[in-house]
């Protein structure tokens, strides 16, 4: 693949990168490949419509392309940072069945690239999830030729390409859960007031991968109850009498118990839009984490047990 692909772009094998999803253990059909490669050479371009051609042509289950853009000015320099995805299920940290490729002009030297792109996608591609299944296929890269200028980043000027990277990383990693296979809500999970980041992304991994907490989101349930006993079987310890659980903004339970809340309100807000908040307040810490899943519905069940027989 790496050869046929370079040929065309007359470039060498070694300077090509691979990246693939399909069926695990499946050997890729070559033949179809090679088509393929020569199919996509003569549309190859340098125009908006060229990066939509190429986000459309990593789609497999996806419904819409994954795109998302970044300028930036540092240091007098106009820096672009263009990122395409694909997913949208088995995804299950670290990555899952995923596939990103991130560009800039930016001058970067190896190192802050690779320490900038492990921090950006353990804060977007790691804290996503459909069905927690985590895939033998997943990549994101980050290309970097220096055309906008100036020596490599460092410092202030690093920083801010990082935010920026960290930003545009988070915008793609919520749009493959977003697009999750028959999912029906996108569920934000925040975490806070824990005793360090492992913890607050522990309990926020468990809950968002908890099949009743995404049933009842599908179903438009604001059962507090299984949300909290999630975070409780997480392997986490916390005081259990000074946690605070919000949905939608509601206050569901406080203090080691439910409060009186408008269940009927709450669940009209679920159904009616396709986000869902959920924010659990804990008291060991300041750390903090998000994680982003889908909710479980029939179709997803339907589409995966047709997916292969």
């Not at 497999?60 to 263009?82: F, L, N, Q, W, Y």
């Not at 996503?128 to 985590?134: P, R, Y």
């Amino acid at each position: 693949m790496a050869r046929m692909a370079a040929e065309v772009c007359a470039a060498e094998a070694d300077q090509a990168l691979v990246m693939s999803t399909g069926l695990i253990g499946e050997f890729l059909p070559m033949d179809k490949i090679q088509q393929g490669v020569m199919a996509a050479a003569v549309k190859l371009g340098r125009n908006a419509a060229s990066l939509t051609t190429a986000a459309r042509g990593m789609m497999t289950t996806d419904t819409v392309p994954k795109m998302a853009g970044r300028e930036v000015s540092i240091s007098g320099h106009d820096i672009c940072i263009t990122g395409l995805a694909k997913g949208a299920a088995m995804i299950g940290p670290n990555m899952a069945t995923m596939l990103a490729v991130i560009m800039t002009d930016a001058a970067l030297d190896p190192e802050a690239a690779q320490t900038a792109l492990k921090a950006a996608v353990d804060e977007s591609f790691n804290c996503i999830s459909v069905e927690g299944h985590t895939s033998t296929s997943d990549t994101v890269l980050l290309l970097a030729n220096g055309r906008s200028g100036g020596d490599p980043l460092q410092g202030d000027d690093l920083a801010a390409f990082r935010s920026a990277l960290d930003d545009l990383c988070i915008e793609l990693g919520r749009s493959i859960p977003a697009d999750g296979e028959g999912a029906s809500h996108l569920i934000t999970v925040e975490v806070a007031g824990c005793a360090d980041r492992a913890a607050a992304l522990k309990i926020a991994k468990t809950i968002s991968e908890s099949a009743l907490v995404k049933t009842a989101v599908a179903g438009a349930d604001p059962n507090w109850g299984r949300i909290v006993s999630a975070a409780g079987y997480a392997g986490v310890p916390f005081d259990p009498d000074a946690i605070s659980l919000h949905l939608n903004g509601t206050l569901l339970y406080r203090g080691g118990t439910p409060v009186e809340f408008d269940a009927a309100e709450v669940s009209a807000s679920i159904r009616r839009n396709r986000d869902t908040l959920v924010r659990l307040q804990l008291s060991e810490g300041d750390a903090d984490a998000r994680f982003w899943t889908t909710d479980l519905t029939a179709e997803y069940v339907r589409l995966n047990a047709d997916y292969h027989t």
